[in-house]
């Protein structure tokens, strides 16, 4: 029943009266969920998910959810406004049965609420909590203390520092973690995680300034089985740990946009030893060329999708590209070395494209007949003019434009 907004708690009533075996309720950017609403869900006895992601929630109204929905296991109030300590304690300390709980952007918790949480659900398998802005750094340190059954964890934009990376780190089973845009976080705390979460499979370190090679190193040895790791605009990364990384063999995504350090060397000992890799941001790497082209040409058969923009590569390096049959997105925005002939060649030679971002001045410069050859096997074209530099609060840089090109 997502985006049903203008439903009333009656609606809702008529729609689940007769459905007392309903497990599943989605009411996500609907109606205000009151005390009037959540009283519909008392005969629902074996409700155990809800979703509310955007809804404006009322403190009696979450009161009334804690005490009525007697079976819950997963609770999601992503971007809901009206979440307060009181709301959310009142749920959580009467499920101590709790598996799942997203409280993504409920900026109005505090440790309160994560005190509560970590000490009455200690079964959590899934916690969601990014921009949870007024959470004190302590907070953090009682996931680590009381959930140690946590599989997958999400902090970005958090206060968390060392010590609550050291306390998380006990939480063995760990497999996806997200501590992007954490500003207090250095190589320290990432090396007690890189020890203890031996099964991480997922590591999100977008643009947390503070780490370096010393960091990537100690999660490289300590978490052989990861798969994606994101080191974007973490500036101070160098080769040395894209080599590191290589000793993940099952590495499948690799995004590290924005690390000017990081060259052509790095890059050939990822292609290889990480052969399963299919996705790769390699976006404002300046200096990476067409030299580091080559061994992605040679070894990276499942090469799925890549992001070349600003980087040095030229038409010499498109190239070789060309030669992967498996590559299916391209992203090729301000590269000085791209010319209209060289370009041309290299796209009729991915025969198996289906998306190329290209700037608005290829359109008139590629011949007609190249476009209508690579759309008619099912390509489709996305034109981007010069990029919009938003001005934004540091907070926000996940949304800056130059990040969604």
Excluded at 126 to 140: G, N, P
Excluded at 299 to 327: E, H, K, P, W
């Amino acid at each position: 029943m997502s985006y049903w907004e203008n439903v009333s708690h009656v609606g809702v009533s008529s729609l689940t009266s007769s459905t007392s075996c309903l497990q599943n309720l989605n009411l996500a950017y609907g109606p205000i969920v009151t005390l009037a609403l959540s009283e519909t869900l008392q005969k629902l006895s074996n409700l155990q998910s809800i979703r509310l992601d955007g809804c404006q929630v009322t403190c009696s109204g979450l009161k009334g959810i804690g005490n009525w929905c007697v079976s819950l296991k997963e609770l999601s109030l992503s971007k809901c406004t009206g979440v307060t300590d009181d709301g959310l304690s009142s749920i959580v300390t009467k499920h101590t049965e709790l598996k799942k709980l997203d409280i993504t952007c409920c900026r109005k918790i505090t440790h309160t609420s994560i005190s509560n949480i970590a000490k009455s659900c200690g079964s959590l398998v899934s916690l969601k909590m990014e921009s949870c802005t007024l959470v004190s750094s302590e907070a953090f340190v009682l996931i680590g203390q009381y959930c140690h059954f946590l599989q997958e964890l999400d902090l970005t934009d958090n206060d968390i520092d060392d010590e609550g990376l050291k306390s998380v780190s006990r939480c063995s089973e760990l497999s996806v973690l997200k501590i992007g845009i954490c500003l207090n976080i250095t190589d320290e705390g990432l090396i007690f995680i890189g020890n203890g979460c031996k099964k991480l499979i997922e590591l999100d370190l977008y643009r947390s300034i503070g780490l370096t090679d010393k960091g990537i190193s100690a999660v490289a040895r300590g978490c052989p089985s990861l798969e994606m790791i994101n080191i974007s605009y973490c500036e101070n990364i160098t080769d040395s740990s894209l080599i590191s990384l290589s000793n993940c063999c099952k590495l499948n995504t690799l995004e590290s946009r924005g690390c000017p350090l990081i060259t052509s060397l790095g890059l050939k000992s990822i292609a290889s030893r990480c052969r399963q890799l299919t996705k790769l941001d390699i976006k404002k790497c300046i200096n990476v060329n067409d030299s580091g082209m080559i061994p992605l040409a040679h070894f990276s058969q499942n090469l799925r999708q890549i992001n070349l923009s600003y980087s040095s590569v030229t038409d010499v390096g498109l190239l070789y590209l060309a030669s992967l049959g498996c590559l299916q997105s391209l992203t090729i925005l301000h590269m000085d070395g791209l010319s209209p002939s060289g370009l041309a060649a290299a796209l009729l030679g991915c025969g198996g494209l289906t998306k190329v971002k290209l700037q608005s001045s290829f359109k008139t410069l590629l011949p007609r007949s190249v476009l209508e050859n690579l759309e008619a096997r099912g390509c489709v074209f996305q034109w981007r003019d010069k990029v919009f530099q938003a001005e934004l609060d540091p907070k926000c840089w996940k949304l800056q434009a130059e990040d969604i090109e």
